[in-house]
Each structure stands twice: as structure tokens, then as C-alpha cells.
């Protein structure tokens, strides 16, 4: 079973109510008493729940929230504002800026203890994932914490949090000017291609880079890696982001496991025309969870390079779009599962899995759960691989692009039902009034409908459509990682509905819109820069509401027990004079911001319909609206809460800068912690 965090004392949960509310009270009791809750990956905890046990905040209080303090990146030329703060052992820890300084702040004031930045190299600034850190890992030497990070170079620096300097008899000197000599891995190093310490890999054969932090699981550092955005490249040839496993001491190389198998390997045969020798990408861009009590780790993968168009690659392409389970010790497959065959759609796994225990039919469960793009939710037993509920493959619509061959199935969950919508149809376009629907109709009259794997259309296609619609887009996205409650098994799913319409031009046009191509060998196709878009003469989504929305989601038994709009809708809808008279409801503001659970409540932020950005409280248990105060800004990615010195703190990212949340001091209660 997975370990949880210590501030998050695991409670065995059985079917019995009273056992439920006996062991709720207990949780509470247990919090009540804390006057340290901490926050120790950028998701929480290993599991990604980006769950805290914290109460402080709760109802009757959420309004009174005020700014506690500030942190500013600018001079860390912070931009994104991609990464979630870690609260350990009375620090906060995050990376800021295309340079990823890791910094220390006093979680009190808001002020820099100490800060580390990576001296330049040539392969930093070549990356395209700079500013997209999204945190730090952690772990323990002899005793020491110690904090981890993998640089847009994609060197490993481990550094004592204490003093923020390079640990020492970590890894080995880098042949750079103004590297320390401890504390830094070269990962290039064992990837097993040729490179130049400064300038990294030949262009030529590919690029790699990273936009997550490592994981330390009993140990050993897990290392991910992230590659060119696929739908900004021409040319076949890339790197594979093979994963990779260092000892978290001394950071020894230990393992690499090859995410493109290799002839003899399980998986090979699912590459065609020897196209493994190649192509790459298959990067773990997102992050990754742990279960340290199994000694396993769950690497979320993206697809081949070039996305919309896959002829170069033919097969189901493992581990493209997957979800891996490996043994944190040896890097050897657990079990895998492919989420979509042949991936052309930019269907990456964009977050982190979940992990939970939950009762199911088979009694006390172990589950990991994701969240796709695709609007659909694959759990599986954490150990066995198992799905909990049934995974059928079920025909899609197949590509007449030259040159392409599509997966004839794809796997579908039978449980939980989709999040959100599930491809565009006539019936599914927005009908407020029988004029606005009309309006619609024309709007999509030259594309091509369909469901959630409508293929790409090339330009000038014997079909004589402008491209085809593909819906949803990115139901999931980095942005906006789900949460979930351990306490209760319940899962939740910020999502926003969304289509997009890619169309396909030559690798030769393609080529031309990028100064510095990965690779040599052009694409038969590639993703058009830009292209045309189908839009609704009014200026509404073409299609019907919620346009963004929270799923919550019963993964003990698959059922969903509510969804609510996210945000409200936008006064540009709501005042439209075609609309004068009729009651279209809260369609959601469209976006999907941060969320995180507590103990009493789920907390998100989004905007109303004037466009302020708000923070509001929900009931986890029936989705009622429990309070809604303005935000002091917009706020990306994810949001956390700890409690330091008895105060409990809400972080949000907004922007370039940190910003901490927290009630008045006289309304704290600062010895325990109480509400």
C-alpha cells in the first residue's frame, strides 16, 4: 500500500458508515492538533492529491481571507508562474524563471533565504520548456534534506536545503566554467547519444530538456524529461526521453528505462518500418507519482515526434501516450497501459496520476487514477495494472491522409463516464435559440465533424473541408491538475470544453516556420501554423455549455456524484442582445484555473463574469457554492495550502509571483490550529 504523507495519517476505510464518520472525526481530531502540515511535492504528496489536512480555513471563515504577503520573481525573471511552491520542514521551496533558480522563502514573510542558478550553457537556451518548472523534488542524505531539481539544460543538481549549496559527493565535475564540482549529473551523460557538454545534442539528431521535477522514491531519483512541443515540428528524427534512475546520495547512474523499446524488448514489434531507429519525443513532460511502500513509480507519457500526423511512425507506438508503472530500484516495467494507439492527436498524459486506496468491489483497493485530454478517466490497481472497471476498445474514424494509418480501435473506460464532452456533432452545437443554432451550422458547414478521434485533414483534401474538428481539444491540461480526497475516495476534475482544428501542410511548408528544426528527414506532413478555425458569428463558443466545469467523480464505486460549472459565465454572453429574455444558466466561464482540497472544503479559482478573478469555496460532498471572495490576481497551474507556526497559508501563483493567503492573525487561532 502507498505511504501518505506523515501529517496525513492513513485511515483503513471500510463500507460501514459509521466507520466512514468515526474515522473522518478521528482525521480531524488528528489535524486539529498539528501545528506543522506540510506540503512536500508539488502535488502534496507522492500520491498527487494535492490534498491538506489543514482546517483552519473553513465556511464560516473563507471570506475573511486577506494577502499574508508576497513574493516577487521578477528579478528571477519569472514569467509563467509554473510551479508549485513545497512547504518542508518550515521552508518553502519552488524554481522561478527561464534560468529555474531554485529558491528558498520564509513561509512566514514571504522573504529569499537563499537562491542557486545554473551558470549558462548553450543547451539552456535552446529550450523550450524554460520557464515550466512546476517545483522541486526532495528527499533525505544521512539525515540532511535535500532539494532536486532538473535544469531546461537537463543537468540533476541536488543542493542542502539548509544552506542552498551543491551537496557534497553528489555526481561528477561538469567541464564547464563556473560549474561547482559536486552536486550536478549531466544527464546527457546516459542517454547514450553523442553530445557537447555546452551545446548539447547535435540539432540534427534531436533536443531534450525537462518542464518537471524529479521524484526521489527510496533513494533513487526518477528523472523525466520533456521534448519539443510535437504540433512545432517537421522533421522525423528526434531523441528518445528515455527515463532514467540515479542514487539519491550519490548520484550514481543506476538505470534507464527506454520508453522506445528496443529490439528484444517488450513492446518493439508495435513499431513498424523500423521507425524506433528514428523518431523520438515520448517524453514524461508531466510529473510523476510514487508509491513508496510498492516501490513504484507512474510515469504519464506523451506521443511520438510531430503531432496530427503519425505516417513516419506506423504501429500503436508504446509507450507513446501511456501510463508506465516501474520499480523505482531497477527502472523495470510493472505494467503498462497504453491510453490511445498511435497517437496523433496531441493526446499527451498532461498530469500527474492520482493515487488512492479505495473500496471497491474487491474490498480494499489500491488504485491510480488519470485524467486525459481526451475528457476520459483510465484507474487501474496500482500494483497489478488491472483496470478496475472495464477497458473496451471500441472502432474510430480512420485517417485518408497519404501515407497515414490509424489505430483501428481505441480503449475506452466503461467507468467513471467521461468528464466532459466527447466529440462535436450537430447535436451537440450550441442552441440557445433556433438563430444561434442556425448560426452555427453555417460556422461548421466546411469541416469535418466527429467524435473524439476525428482525424486531421490535410490542406486541399479530397473531401473539400477546411480541416477537421477535434473535440475536445485538451479537456485536462497542465494547468489544472485534478485533486482528490483520501479520506473519501473521491476525485476531482477541473475541466474546460474545448475543440480545436488542426490542418495538415507539407513537411517543406512546416519547415519553413521554425529557425532551428530537430531532425533532417522532412515529414510527409505537418501541423499548419495557425489555419482555419470555425467560429460562431456572435462570438460564443460553437458549442453547448458548461464551458468549463468540476466533475466529482466516486472512485470507490466509478459513479460521478456531482458536476458544477467553473467560473460563471462571461458578461460578453450574458449581455448579448440575441439573448435578451432567455435563461442559458451558468455556462462556466470557459477556463479552468487551480483547485486543491482541504479537510473542509475544495477551493478553486477562476474568474466572473466581468472577467475578476475569484477564489471559491465548495462543499466537496454536494458541489454547493460555500463562499466566493475576489482573488488579488489570476492564478495558474496549481494552488497549495500548509500550515506554519499554527497558520494555516494559501499559495497562489499569479504570474510572475508568489501570493500567500491567510486569515487574520486574530482570527487564527495560531496555538492549534482550530477553526
Not at 408 to 437: C, H, R, S, W, Y
Not at 465 to 470: D, E, P, T, V
Amino acid at each position: 500500500m502507498m505511504k501518505t504523507n506523515p501529517t496525513t495519517p492513513f485511515l483503513l476505510r471500510t463500507i460501514n458508515q459509521f466507520s466512514i464518520v468515526a474515522a473522518a472525526v478521528l482525521f480531524s481530531a488528528a489535524s486539529l492538533a498539528q501545528d506543522t502540515v506540510e506540503w512536500t511535492t508539488l502535488g502534496g504528496d507522492f500520491a498527487h492529491t494535492r490534498y491538506s489536512p489543514a482546517s483552519q480555513i473553513d465556511a464560516s471563515n473563507f471570506s475573511d481571507l486577506e494577502v499574508a504577503w508576497e513574493w516577487d520573481g521578477a528579478s528571477f525573471e519569472a514569467v509563467s508562474g509554473r510551479s508549485t511552491p513545497s512547504y518542508i520542514n518550515g521552508r518553502l521551496y519552488t524554481v522561478a524563471g527561464a534560468r529555474r533558480h531554485v529558491v528558498a522563502i520564509d513561509p512566514k514573510t514571504g522573504a529569499t533565504i537563499w537562491s542557486y542558478r545554473e551558470p549558462d550553457t548553450g543547451r539552456w537556451e535552446y529550450s523550450m520548456r524554460a520557464d515550466y518548472g512546476k517545483g522541486v523534488g526532495y528527499g533525505q542524505v544521512d539525515g540532511r534534506d535535500v532539494i532536486y531539481i532538473i535544469s531546461p539544460g537537463f543537468f540533476l543538481t541536488a543542493l542542502d536545503a539548509e544552506t542552498g549549496q551543491p551537496l557534497e559527493g553528489f555526481g561528477k565535475p561538469v567541464p564547464i566554467d563556473g560549474f561547482p564540482k559536486t552536486g550536478v549529473v549531466d544527464l546527457l551523460a546516459d542517454l547514450g547519444h553523442p553530445y557537447d557538454p555546452y551545446e548539447g545534442i547535435p540539432l540534427e539528431r534531436g533536443y531534450i530538456t525537462s518542464s518537471s521535477p524529479p521524484i526521489v522514491v527510496n533513494g533513487v531519483v526518477v528523472v523525466g524529461n520533456s521534448a519539443e512541443q510535437g504540433y512545432n515540428q517537421s522533421r522525423i528524427e528526434n531523441v528518445a526521453g528515455d527515463i532514467l534512475g540515479y542514487d539519491a546520495k550519490t548520484g550514481e547512474f543506476l538505470w534507464k528505462f527506454n520508453v522506445i523499446p528496443q529490439p528484444g524488448e517488450y513492446g518493439h514489434e508495435t513499431w513498424e518500418n523500423d521507425a524506433w531507429r528514428t523518431t523520438g519525443d515520448i517524453s514524461s513532460w508531466a510529473p510523476i507519482s510514487a508509491d513508496e511502500e510498492l516501490g513504484l513509480v507512474f510515469i504519464p507519457t506523451n506521443g511520438v515526434t510531430i503531432d496530427y500526423y503519425g505516417g513516419h511512425s506506423p504501429g500503436d507506438n508504446l509507450y507513446s501516450t501511456s501510463l508506465i508503472a516501474l520499480h523505482a530500484r531497477t527502472g523495470e516495467r510493472a505494467w503498462h497501459y497504453q491510453l490511445v494507439h498511435h497517437d496523433i492527436w496531441n493526446y499527451d498524459t498532461p498530469t500527474a496520476p492520482i493515487l488512492l486506496d479505495v473500496q471497491t468491489a474487491s474490498g480494499l483497493t489500491p488504485i491510480v487514477a488519470q485524467a486525459t485530454k481526451q475528457g476520459r478517466t483510465y484507474v487501474f490497481n496500482r500494483e497489478t495494472g488491472e483496470p478496475i472497471w472495464p477497458i473496451v476498445e471500441e472502432p474510430v474514424e480512420q485517417s485518408m491522409v497519404p501515407g497515414e494509418k490509424l489505430a483501428a480501435t481505441q480503449p475506452n473506460p466503461t467507468k467513471p463516464a467521461p468528464f466532459d464532452m466527447q466529440g462535436l456533432t450537430e447535436d451537440g452545437l450550441v442552441d440557445f435559440t433556433p438563430e444561434i443554432k442556425r448560426m452555427a451550422l453555417e460556422a461548421v458547414a466546411e469541416y469535418q465533424l466527429g467524435g473524439v478521434f476525428n482525424p486531421p485533414l490535410q490542406r486541399n483534401n479530397p473531401q473539400g473541408k477546411l480541416a477537421s474538428i477535434q473535440c475536445p481539444a485538451g479537456a485536462v491540461n497542465i494547468t489544472h491538475p485534478s485533486s482528490a480526497d483520501p479520506n473519501t475516495g473521491i476525485m476531482y476534475i477541473i475541466s474546460s470544453s474545448g475543440c480545436g482544428s488542426r490542418q495538415l501542410v507539407t513537411g517543406e511548408e512546416a519547415d519553413t516556420y521554425y529557425e532551428e528544426p530537430t531532425g533532417v528527414t522532412l515529414s510527409r506532413y505537418a501541423a499548419a501554423n495557425g489555419g482555419p478555425r470555425p467560429r460562431h458569428p456572435l462570438g460564443i463558443p460553437l458549442w453547448k455549455p458548461p464551458y468549463s466545469r468540476i466533475t466529482a467523480i466516486d472512485m470507490n464505486s466509478g459513479e460521478h456524484l456531482w458536476m458544477i460549472p467553473a467560473g460563471e459565465t462571461p458578461d460578453r454572453i450574458k449581455n448579448l442582445p440575441e439573448l435578451e429574455g432567455v435563461d442559458i444558466g451558468n455556462t462556466g466561464s470557459g477556463r479552468a484555473g487551480p483547485m486543491m482540497i482541504t479537510e473542509t472544503m475544495l477551493i478553486y479559482g477562476n474568474t466572473a463574469g466581468d472577467g475578476t478573478d475569484m477564489l471559491y469555496a465548495i462543499d466537496k460532498a454536494t458541489g454547493a457554492q460555500l463562499g466566493a471572495i475576489e482573488a488579488p490576481a489570476g492564478s495558474r497551474y496549481g494552488m497549495s495550502s500548509w500550515v506554519h507556526e499554527g497558520r494555516q497559508y494559501l499559495i497562489l501563483q499569479t504570474g510572475s509571483s508568489l501570493t500567500a493567503m491567510a486569515l487574520p492573525d486574530g482570527n487564527s487561532n495560531i496555538s492549534s490550529g482550530a477553526h
